[in-house]
């Protein structure tokens, strides 16, 4: 059974009235239903977490591999383009992950285009809304899948 982490950045839980027009009228609550949904469906487990600090999502990142978690969607949102501690928290725990946006970063402002994570990232997906989060679920229970399988033969 595949156990996936989503992590949700900074001011991702005023989605539904920040800037609509660009993230979305979607809220995190119903962004993490769907996921859970989604989890329940495909015989998966799904955690969720958000927060506005860089400290605690470098925290969540490190004590997940101690709750053997197998892979990581995370909307690292500003720490994007700014967090060596999250991308650091990612080579140290070698848990693998997808980086998503709502928005399109690359068709937004230059700053917005560089990612510290991007390159450490089995996929990025951007530019969905709500979909970003959910094509990347199934993208994780597929990878999970896949390194089970492997494991097995």
């Known amino acids: 059974m595949a156990n996936i982490l989503v992590i949700h950045g900074p001011n991702l ?39 506005n ?6 925290s969540c990142i490190q004590q997940a591999g101690e709750k053997d978690i197998q892979f990581i969607i995370i909307n690292p949102a500003a720490y994007t383009h700014t967090s060596v501690a999250i991308r650091d928290a990612f080579l140290a725990t070698r848990i693998p992950f997808i980086e998503v946006h709502l928005s399109n970063i690359y068709a937004r402002e230059e700053f917005r285009t560089q990612s510290y994570l991007s390159d450490l990232a089995v996929g990025v997906i951007s530019g969905f809304g709500k979909n970003s989060y959910l094509l990347a679920f199934e993208a994780a229970i597929i990878h999970c899948n896949q390194s089970s399988n492997q494991e097995t033969e």
């Open 13 to 51: 839980n005023l989605l539904g009235t920040r800037e609509p027009e660009v993230y979305g009228a979607d809220t995190l609550a119903s962004i993490n239903q769907s996921l859970a949904q989604m989890a329940e469906q495909n015989g998966a487990r799904v955690q969720t977490y958000q927060s």
């Open 53 to 58: 600090k860089e400290g605690d999502i470098v």
